[in-house]
Antibody, heavy 120, light 107 residues
Framework: QVQLQESGPGLVKPSQTLSLTCTVS??????????WSWIRQHPGKGLEWIGY???????YYNPSLESRFFISVDTPRSQFSLKVTSVTAADTAVYYC????????????WGQGALVSVSS | SSELTQDPPVSVALGQTVRITCQGD??????ASWYQQKPGQAPILVIY???SRPSGIPDRFSASSSGNTASLTITGAQAEDEADYYC??????????FGGGTRVTVL
């Protein structure tokens, strides 16, 4: 059974860097055909795709977002991470990690989500 | 802002059928996927590809597509189907997008 689990601080101060990690179990993060993704949801709002990383190490981001988002992968630990620099209150959201299955063009497994609040 | 447009909130009587739609130019080239999200929970995939359901998703969920519009139909809605439903699609190569969501209330 594939499982994804987000971890990281629930509170970040403005202007600092938000860092989240997603630990994957039940699947190989280095298998071709999957994109390891980050998606966020502002309180009471819809889903917003942030970006994803392919097993090869190539990362792709939502062009509507500023260049403050960075995704990396740690294959030996079966983890991938999201960093958001210079955060503001507008970055307060639930952050989900998810796996996009390229053959399906669909996010087939999701983490339970991590609420990150940006506040001083 | 979403490049996929979804319906406003809808309600359906228990056991009846409801169809919600998702519109966007990218749907002419890529299939939509559909997600169900209940309060306080992560989304789950209910439809992918043309009309496929992941294992464990009831067959009362179905989908169709025509031109720039994709539809999700719940035939014989149950109380547990009350949720927000999101469509998603590939916008361009290596660029995914979600619709704004539609809340379905089962009366």
């Amino acid at each position: 059974q594939v499982q994804l689990q987000e971890s990281g601080p629930g509170l970040v101060k403005p202007s600092q860097t938000l860092s989240l990690t997603c630990t994957v179990s039940g699947a190989s993060i280095s298998s071709p055909g999957y994109y390891w993704s980050w998606i966020r949801q502002h309180p009471g709002k819809g889903l917003e795709w942030i970006g994803y990383m392919y097993y090869s190490g190539s990362a792709y981001y939502n062009p509507s977002l500023e260049s403050r988002f960075f995704i990396s992968v740690d294959t030996p630990r079966s983890q991938f991470s999201l960093k958001v620099t210079s955060v503001t209150a507008a970055d307060t959201a639930v952050y989900y990690c998810a796996r996009l299955r390229s053959g399906w063009y669909a996010f087939d497994y999701w983490g339970q989500g991590a609420l990150v609040s940006v506040s001083s | 802002s979403s490049e996929l447009t979804q319906d406003p909130p809808v309600s359906v009587a228990l056991g009846q059928t409801v169809r919600i739609t998702c519109q966007g130019d990218s749907l002419r080239y890529y299939f939509a996927s559909w997600y169900q999200q209940k309060p306080g929970q992560a989304p789950i995939l209910v439809i992918y590809g043309k009309t496929s359901r992941p294992s464990g998703i009831p067959d009362r969920f179905s989908a169709s597509s025509s031109g720039n519009t994709a539809s999700l139909t719940i035939t014989g809605a149950q109380a547990e189907d009350e949720a927000d439903y999101y469509c998603s699609c590939r916008e361009t190569t290596n660029h995914e997008v979600f619709g704004g969501g539609t809340r379905v209330t089962v009366l």
